[in-house]
């Protein structure tokens, strides 16, 4: 056992510090950001590790998201209104389909084309795009993040399996109850 944990130890800390930040989020609390930073750099050397490329590239763009998140939400924003939580406009939601969709195959050629060797190309581009959506949503404070993160987290599990990062596909099954969770704390946010 203490070999196991040996050899997994950055992934244990990645997990916790991921677990710490979703569940945060999901209770509106800007702690979420600068915990998820720590999280994304431990999971960077993690995924690089295993030859998941594209989520080592993610946990890049996730610090400038989450930096972003964080201004955002903070009181440093000094031109910051109180932005609500809201439902996506609809006259996003196709130029929004079509950018993701673009986005992701200028990605999976570029990515295939850089890391001959990836893991899962394909669902790891696909993934890496989807998650930066659901990431550029969370700080918008659009509740249909949580729809996408949903999505996500569905495909993350059997590709971390294959990976056999156990830890961080069962972390992944249980950011699916978060998320669920988020969801609902955002919903009732709405109502009230």
Known sequence: MTAWIYSNF????????SLWCVWLATKNKIL???ISMLASIVYAYVF????????TYLQGIFLIF???GW????????????????NLPKQLIIPITLTVITAYFLWL????????????????AFLTVLSITALWMQARRWIENWYLWIIADLCYIPMFFWGKQYITAILYLVFI????????????????
């Open 32 to 34: 979420n950001w600068p």
């Open 10 to 17: 950055w992934e244990v800390i990645a997990a916790l510090l």
């Open 177 to 192: 109850a978060l998320a669920r969770s988020g969801l609902n704390h955002w919903r009732r946010s709405i109502i009230n």
């Open 109 to 124: 050629y570029a990515y295939i084309s850089i890391n001959p060797t990836a893991r899962l190309p394909y669902l790891d």
């Open 48 to 55: 690089y590790q295993n030859r998941f490329f594209s989520e």
């Open 66 to 68: 989450q930096a972003f």
């Open 71 to 86: 201004w955002f939400w903070s009181s440093l924003n000094t031109n910051k209104q109180e932005k609500q939580i809201a």
